[in-house]
Each structure stands twice: as C-alpha cells, then as structure tokens.
C-alpha cells in the first residue's frame, strides 16, 4: 500500500466518522448535568428540573433557558451552588442560589443585570458575582451604553441576595 493510497483511506474513514461526531454532541446537556456537595447530588433531570437528593427543589428554576449548574461554594454549615439561566438576547444571564444543607436545597430569586458575571467568589461568609448593567437591544443606544457603564456585585450570604448592598428584587 501506498503512503497516497493509505491517506486517501484515513481520508475516507475520517469523513465517515464525523457525521456519528457531530450528532453525539449536539445532544442537550443540561439534562446530565450535576454537581455533587457534601450533603448530596444536585442535578438537573431529564425535564430540566432541579433536583437535589432525588426530590424536586422549590422554588422551581425557568425551565425555557439553558441551565447550568456552575460553581460548588462550601460556608459553615451548607454548600452553596451557582446556577446560571441564559436565553435569547433581551435578558441573556440571570443567576440563582441554591442553598444545599443536611436539611434539604433552597433556591434564591433570579438575580442579576442580565450580563455576564465578569467574577464569581466567595469566602467564609458570602458568595459574590461582579457584572456590567445591561439593557437589552430594544432599549435606546444612549440608555444601554450607561447601564453598560455601571457595576454591580450581587451577593449571596445568609440566603438573602444583594445587588449593591439594596436587596435583591
């Protein structure tokens, strides 16, 4: 065999792999999506509800937006998971808490500008998101470009959720 016969065949079977490829990865994921804290799993499920130990978590999270679960925070006596809603282009990033303890999972409001978080920690005490404002595309030029201009750090501690030290709405 040929070095020009052997690359025409690797060739061949290169192309009829890609197709098995492709469809493999276009699956959704956030229905295989979990986390594991040191009080259980939690996971979204086939239906993209959150569920923590097997039992739906409530309240429930908008189910119309991809979900990610992000960040795994360990305080004192609960874990602290960062889920991350994004959709569409009028409000693209929203966040949720989910507070997970020996006693069960609580999840915050919505929360954030719609941006994306620029930086996400925590400490002892809090979990904070840092973010621009945001106004989506419908909004006026001059209004969006000042939104666009501000900070905003939003901040998990204690199950209550700030925005620039103003509770969260």
């Keep these: 065999?040929?070095?020009?016969?052997?690359?025409?065949?690797?060739?061949?079977?290169?192309?009829?792999?890609?197709?098995?490829?492709?469809?493999?990865?276009?699956?959704?994921?956030?229905s295989d999506e979990q986390v594991r804290t040191r009080f259980g799993t939690v996971k979204f499920d086939d239906n993209d509800k959150l569920r923590f130990r097997g039992r739906l978590v409530q309240p429930g999270i908008e189910?119309?937006?991809?979900?990610?679960?992000?960040?795994?925070?360990?305080?004192?006596?609960?874990?602290?998971?960062?889920?991350t809603a994004s959709d569409g282009i009028a409000c693209p990033?929203?966040?949720?808490?989910?507070?997970?303890?020996?006693?069960?999972?609580?999840?915050?409001?919505?929360?954030?500008t719609c941006a994306k978080a620029d930086d996400m920690r925590?400490?002892?005490?809090?979990?904070?998101?840092?973010?621009?404002?945001?106004?989506g595309?419908?909004?006026?030029?001059?209004?969006?470009k000042k939104a666009f201009k501000e900070k905003h750090l939003i901040v998990f501690q204690d199950g209550a959720v700030t925005d620039n030290g103003k509770p969260a709405k």
């Design 1 to 30: 065999m040929t070095i020009r016969n052997a690359t025409f065949i690797l060739a061949a079977l290169l192309l009829l792999m890609r197709p098995c490829a492709f469809t493999q990865s276009s699956e959704p994921q956030s």
């Design 63 to 83: 189910t119309s937006r991809t979900l990610d679960l992000t960040v795994v925070y360990n305080r004192a006596d609960s874990d602290v998971v960062v889920v």
């Design 122 to 135: 925590s400490d002892r005490h809090s979990v904070t998101l840092t973010m621009q404002g945001f106004l």
């Design 137 to 144: 595309p419908f909004e006026p030029e001059a209004q969006r």
């Design 93 to 112: 990033y929203r966040y949720y808490f989910v507070s997970v303890s020996k006693s069960g999972a609580t999840v915050s409001n919505e929360v954030g």
